[in-house]
């Protein structure tokens, strides 16, 4: 009865060892552009939307920001960056993959900053499915969220109704 109690209790153990916490993403895209010019600065409206998203994020212990390499969207990460006390992470939007980059953090939670027309294909990638179309271009209050769990991802798409104004 002993090694049969012994047994189980490895056995539960094990199991419950083996289950890892589940790895969150939120993507957003970048904060409303001061002009239309290739590689823009945040207008008013998107730095106040930028720090919008600091404060929306915060105790959430994020662990990493990712964000392209347009001023747009560092900008839009940095205040996000600074609220979890970390740097933020330049990514290629065309070497991209979420999957992998949840590999890289089991069991955190990430904000990856983007664009209207790269981040629902990311999403759209990570679950199997062309769920998701490209993000209107006065849109900016989108928030994807991939769960990845089990070699499985889950995604939720959620406007949150900013108010920003120059």
Known sequence: MKTAVTVFMILLTSIIYSQTKPTTIYLIRHAEKADATANTELSNAGKLRAENWAKHYEGKKIAAVYSTDYNRTLQTAASLAKQAGVEVQKYSHREFDLKKLAEQHPGQIIVVVGH???IPGY??????AKTYEDIAETEFGTI???IFENNTAKAKKTIVPFQVTE
Do not use: K, L
């Not at 999403?123 to 199997?128: D, F, K, S, W």
């Open 144 to 146: 994807f969220e991939v």
């Open 123 to 128: 999403v759209n990638a990570a679950i199997g």
């Open 116 to 118: 209207s027309n790269t």
